[in-house]
């Protein structure tokens, strides 16, 4: 008896436990928020910032293939040794750290590989061509070396030394040194069997096959706003000089002086009169004015900064870059008042000569070419004789 009462308890304390959790938790649905609690979220990311490249294709859509065998290993060899190609990222030079994750994310980010290159040197910098001159493949990855590669390789001969009563040849120490860099492409199994354009689509997040410029591929790395700026040849304020050059060539003419503050800066000049001219000033490698004489005389001159660049990687310092809406017109000097009345040589108790007397053109009664003017005598009208009237002496 019992035994068939406790399964029979078991399953009510079970069941009992489970109403009871339901029940907590719709009780703290519908209990209302505690005033007193501040809730911190997380600030939602920029709505203008560039998006992250998502490669079409990668190392994990394809671990159910079976492992790559030794014939299809040497025809990507052969499609990929020796190809041309644009980099997506800064590549430091003599460093092999690059790796693409299965996931298709590259390791380091891209502050910390401006950040490395700006120690050790580049190899290539975002848009630059480079050439894949040697592609290695282990158990779970694929190495490709650029330019060369990170270590300089050298010839059985270089090695040797001669030497003898008139001293000894030492080799060069630039022999060394790296040309390149490296770049790895993981997998979490093995290498699986794919064909060249699949392994393309694997190192699309750092390496461009497409027949892109250099430009194009730089301006896919930059937030909307200042791609749109470089197309349409507009410089903005915070922009490098790699920027500038993309949006308006290189200049023609520059110029070093020294501000007001005695601090030394560099003008970029571009037009000449009777064009507009623009003038594009750097500190540094940041542009911190830019000045537009126009053909008219008018002069604009934007000093806001538009652009932030920090690590290699531009973001908009103003939401409404490329707009230009913090354009300061600079004026010379007030503008003139207009005279509430026209200046005239009659006196004020003086009637008008009808003759005379000007009609000011307005949108209902607009100047027309046979309206009298000053000091001319009225036309008369078609089928009249020209009356011929003395003309008064001066006042």
Not at 235 to 250: I, T
């Amino acid at each position: 008896m019992l035994c068939r009462i406790a399964p029979l308890a078991v399953a009510l304390l079970v069941g009992s436990v489970a109403v009871g959790q339901d029940k907590n938790a719709a009780s703290q649905q519908s209990k209302p928020a505690n005033p007193d609690v501040l809730v911190i979220k997380a600030p939602e990311p920029p709505k203008d910032q560039p998006q992250p490249f998502v490669p079409a294709l990668k190392a994990v859509d394809l671990e159910k293939r079976p492992k790559l065998s030794e014939g299809t290993k040497m025809q990507l060899i052969q499609v990929m040794d020796a190809e041309l190609v644009h980099v997506r990222k800064y590549m430091p030079l003599g460093d092999k750290s690059i790796v693409i994750t299965p996931e298709g994310t590259v390791k380091p980010g891209d502050a910390q590989l401006f950040q490395m290159t700006q120690g050790s040197g580049a190899a290539a910098k975002i848009g630059d061509k480079v050439q894949i001159t040697n592609v290695i493949f282990h158990d779970k990855a694929v190495t490709f070396e650029i330019n060369g590669g990170p270590k300089k390789k050298s010839k059985w001969y270089q090695h040797i030394t001669i030497s003898g009563m008139g001293g000894s040849t030492q080799q060069d120490p630039n022999q060394a040194q790296p040309t390149g860099a490296a770049m790895t492409l993981q997998f979490n199994k093995y290498v699986p069997e794919m064909n060249g354009e699949e392994l393309k689509k694997l190192v699309s997040p750092v390496l461009d096959f497409s027949v892109k410029s250099a430009a194009e591929v730089y301006e896919e790395t930059l937030p909307p706003k200042i791609r749109d700026a470089i197309k349409a040849h507009e410089v903005l304020v915070g922009m490098n000089k790699d920027m500038v050059v993309m949006a308006k060539d290189r200049p023609p003419q520059k110029v070093r002086e020294k501000d007001e503050a005695g601090k030394e800066y560099e003008e970029w000049i571009y037009g000449k009169p009777p064009q507009d001219v623009v003038f594009v000033r750097f500190k540094g490698d940041e542009v911190t004015r830019v000045k537009i004489a126009k053909i008219g005389g008018e002069m604009i001159v934007k000093t806001e900064k538009e652009v932030d660049v920090r690590d290699g990687v531009a973001t908009l310092a103003s939401l409404q870059a490329s707009s230009s809406p913090q354009d300061v017109k600079q004026q010379q000097g007030p503008q003139p008042q207009q005279p509430a009345k026209r200046p005239t040589l009659k006196r004020p108790d003086e009637a008008p000569d009808p003759d005379l007397q000007q009609r000011r053109p307005s949108v209902d009664n607009p100047q027309r070419d046979d309206d009298p003017q000053w000091g001319e005598k009225k036309k008369p009208d078609d089928g009249q004789e020209q009356s011929t009237q003395q003309q008064k002496p001066p006042l």
